[in-house]
């Protein structure tokens, strides 16, 4: 029995190794968060900083804790920091909320309408995208929260080259490209130049940023929120892959320089762990406001979107109601000519 008692001490140090390896690996990257941040200015404003020194502020938000059994909701808020000044904070490009039920495994994909016009605490209201501007992360939760309803725990900063990062290192996405993509501007330089053919296509982290980006139809951020939300699917999925998991410790190093996050370790480690049990494939997208709620304004000669929040509150609940719902079970023809499955004989 020797060979065994070797096979098995063997195999329990490959695992503590490879338990120390991704530990290490989610410390390390979780570590980092310590470091300055771009929304340090929000904590001491400097004498000028964007938009002005009175209205840059840092506003409360007691984060909700995570017990690991209740709901949990991570804004995800993506930013255009080119040709930004020193202390300048981009308003956020892209919000999402990724909403996780840890008893039933649904998740759900919000996309929040950057031009939805919402009341943001201690600023009276403007665009939900200046939220971040206007007080960081915390405000943007807090913004988004009370707008949703949602107790917001997380947020995961990022921004162009992050992305452009995640999607290298997972080796690219096979998408379908549904239709021609073309758009040129001066002002971003040619290597922001948008240029896609429609049909599969094997997307690298550029590619990638030039579907998510694409806006110029006549939907414009409508259909590019559905197809952010739908591309993030994707990459859920490829994160999924086995692959993908060997791989975990070096994506992270990767894409490490280009995140923040109010995630610790071990919320980390929790939260990955309960993304990798809910399926991709079954993430519910879903735009906020829906286009039956919201209303097209014009404040101060702009062009908004407003909703009532008590109804978009309302429409998210349903739309857990209806991801928890049991499936109707599809009619037997032997159960029809028998009269019914539950129907028995009457003697």
Same mark, same amino acid.
């Given at each position: ?13 490959? @695992? $503590? ?64 920091? %080119? ?16 909403? &996780?039920?840890?008893? @039933? ?7 929040? /309408? ?12 403007? %665009? ?10 915390? +405000?943007?939760?807090? @913004? ?5 309803? $949602? ?15 995640? &999607? ?17 501007? %001066? ?8 240029? +896609? ?11 990638? $940023? ?16 559905? %197809? ?23 994506? $992270?190093?990767? &894409?490490? #320089? ?29 735009? /906020? ?43 037997? #023809? ?14």
């Amino acid at each position: 029995m020797t060979w065994l008692k070797t096979a098995a001490i063997t195999f329990v140090v490959l @695992t $503590l190794g490879v338990i120390g390896y991704y530990g290490y690996s989610f410390y390390i990257f979780a570590d980092d968060r310590d470091t300055p941040s771009r929304f340090d200015i929000f904590k001491d404003p400097p004498v000028s900083s964007l938009p002005s020194p009175e209205t840059v502020t840092e506003v409360e938000y007691e984060t909700p804790k995570w017990e690991g059994t209740d709901r949990v909701n991570v804004l995800l808020l993506g930013g255009d920091s %080119r040709g930004l000044k020193k202390n300048e904070i981009p308003r956020s490009d892209t919000m999402m909320i990724a909403s &996780i039920d840890p008893v @039933t495994k649904k998740a759900h994909l919000f996309s929040l /309408l950057r031009d939805t016009y919402v009341r943001i605490p201690g600023h009276g209201s403007e %665009r939900i995208n200046s939220a971040i501007v206007l007080g960081g992360p915390k +405000l943007a939760m807090r @913004t988004a929260s009370e707008l949703t309803g $949602l107790n917001i725990q997380y947020y995961v900063y990022t921004d162009f080259e992050g992305f452009v990062h995640l &999607i290298d290192e997972i080796g690219g996405i096979d998408f379908e490209v549904e239709k021609d993509m073309r758009y040129t501007s %001066r002002a971003d330089g040619p290597e922001y130049d948008i240029d +896609l053919k429609a049909g599969m296509q094997h997307m690298d982290g550029r590619t990638a $940023l030039q579907y998510v980006r694409f806006r110029h139809d006549a939907l414009s951020d409508f259909a590019r929120t559905e %197809r952010q939300r739908n591309f993030m699917t994707a990459v859920a999925q490829k994160l999924q892959t086995t692959g993908s998991l060997f791989r975990l410790p070096q994506i $992270l190093a990767a &894409i490490d #320089p280009y995140i923040e996050s109010n995630l610790t370790v071990a919320e980390m480690i929790k939260l990955g762990a309960l993304g990798f049990e809910a399926k991709a494939n079954q993430v519910a997208g879903v735009q /906020l406001p829906p286009s039956n709620l919201l209303r097209e304004e014009s404040v101060g000669g702009a062009s908004v979107l407003t909703v009532d929040p008590d109804d978009l509150q309302e429409f998210i609940a349903e739309s857990f109601a209806k991801a928890t719902a049991p499936t109707v079970r599809e009619a037997d #023809p032997k159960d029809a000519a028998l009269g019914g499955p539950d129907e028995g004989s009457d003697g």
